[in-house]
């Protein structure tokens, strides 16, 4: 079958014809992928794709690397759930450990999702204080104490607050704007917060960086109010560099939410930080947490096994480099007005607005625009995000020869739309 038909047939079983809304954003409908390889995509319907989505970023490596693929066919053979420990958790732990600053012990879970929920309720639970703080247009999953504000999908599908999150709930989440210590302050200052919560990039209203001094400010004014600071690293996390945002801007968190690239490409998520916090969690503490899945060996060999490439360097050198010839070439061709936000091996194109420091920035930037270059270059044979409200990613698997026929094909679009 076609994706045509094949999207005939998802709209009568899922919502909107997808499992997660931003497939949705492909118009007319979405491809329908056969198999995925280094840097590419092949679909149902014989098309090849240069992927830049890269399954919304756990792919630092590309498609089904044969090292990892290797890893996970081997414990395959030795099955793939028990209800009991393996050593491989303690493995992909002490890796995590070695490389993120601030994580003196670990709670496996099951997505980032997972990961920010029960973050949340770790740092109520230790502080005993029921508000957070977090960022508007910073999307940190998809549980009600993420889904106010939310950025990526939420915002792309004009639901920043969902509908059935209850107003007792809202009214438990405070917002300010990215990058605005002063609002940070008088929240602080007025309020019994129990954490402020964010990504220390901003990976889904676009990117977005943070200023100098801001993530420094937020530490020092967490520690002054007595409130816990979570980074939420699940995009950042092993990607702006191998220790994450925390190790490439020298600010550490207390807690650290992880997952997408320790997976490998499979399901996952982390709760990492001091381990005085981190000992709350049941059944040593007294908040909940558990999990089917949780530390399931398949996620947990194909981490470890990413987590061993990523310690070669080579794939931030490579990924960075893409990134980074990218940018450069797409700041000569763009004549329109436009801002490139950028760090390591991802960054985001704002079309007709000269700087973007925050969410507001983020929605006055012409995301009509944004999306004619999407599918222009998807017709060429590249896929970007199909939504403003994500970010663009290079891999290891973006080499030379890849980036040398992307600008080709930018080249081409840009001349068309230009
Ligand atoms: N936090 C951040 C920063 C994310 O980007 C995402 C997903 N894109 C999540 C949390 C939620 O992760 P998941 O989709 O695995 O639930």
């Excluded at 600053?101 to 099951?110: E, L, T």
């Excluded at 400010?217 to 699940?234: P, Q, W």
């Excluded at 760090?343 to 006055?364: C, H, L, P, T």
Aim: net charge negative; charged share 25%; proline share 4%.
């Amino acid at each position: 079958m076609n994706s045509e038909e094949l999207w005939a047939q998802a709209k009568q079983l899922f919502a909107g014809g997808v499992n997660s809304p931003v497939r949705a954003a492909v118009k007319p409908f979405p491809f329908y992928v056969e198999r995925g390889k280094g840097a590419y995509i092949y679909t149902v319907d014989g098309k090849k794709f240069i992927d830049y989505v890269l399954g919304y970023g756990p792919l630092i490596l590309g498609h089904s690397p044969e090292s990892v693929k290797r890893r996970i066919v081997e414990q395959l053979e030795r099955g793939w759930l028990f209800g009991t420990p393996s050593e491989l958790e303690i493995e992909l732990a002490r890796k995590i450990r070695s490389h993120i600053p601030s994580a003196q012990k670990i709670r496996f879970v099951n997505s980032g999702t997972e990961a920010t929920m029960a973050a949340i309720r770790l740092a109520r639970g230790y502080t005993k204080r029921s508000k957070i703080l977090k960022f508007s247009g910073n999307y940190h999953g998809a549980h009600d104490y993420a889904l106010v504000e939310a950025g990526s999908a939420a915002t792309e599908y004009n639901v920043a607050t969902s509908d059935g999150v209850p107003m007792e709930i809202m009214k438990t989440v405070e917002i300010c704007e990215f990058n605005d210590l002063d609002c940070v302050d008088k929240k602080l200052r007025n309020e019994d917060i129990a954490t402020v919560i964010l990504e220390p990039v901003m990976g889904n209203a676009g990117v977005i960086l943070p200023e100098k001094d801001f993530l420094f400010g937020l530490r020092e004014l967490t520690k002054t109010y007595n409130s816990l600071l979570i980074f939420d690293e699940v995009i950042t996390g092993f990607r702006i560099s191998i220790g994450g945002a925390q190790s490439y801007y020298q600010i550490y968190p207390d807690i650290t939410t992880l997952g997408k690239i320790i997976g490998g490409g499979f399901p996952i998520g982390a709760v990492a930080g001091k381990a005085e916090i981190i000992d709350n969690f049941t059944p040593a503490g007294k908040v909940f947490n558990a999990g089917t899945f949780n530390a399931n060996p398949i996620s947990m060999i194909a981490g470890i096994a990413t987590i061993e490439e990523l310690e070669k360097e080579y794939p931030y050198i490579i990924a960075n480099q893409a990134a980074k010839t990218l940018v450069e070439e797409l700041e000569r061709l763009l004549k329109t007005k436009h801002t490139i936000n950028h760090v390591g091996s991802m960054f985001q194109i704002f079309f007709g607005i000269d700087e973007v420091r925050n969410y507001s920035d983020a929605k006055r930037a012409d995301k009509e625009y944004y999306i004619k270059f999407h599918e222009r270059l998807l017709k060429e044979g590249v896929f970007i995000p199909p939504s403003q409200y994500e970010t663009i990613f290079t891999s290891a698997a973006h080499k030379d020869d890849v980036i040398a026929d992307t600008i080709d094909k930018l080249m081409k679009v840009i001349g068309e739309l230009n």
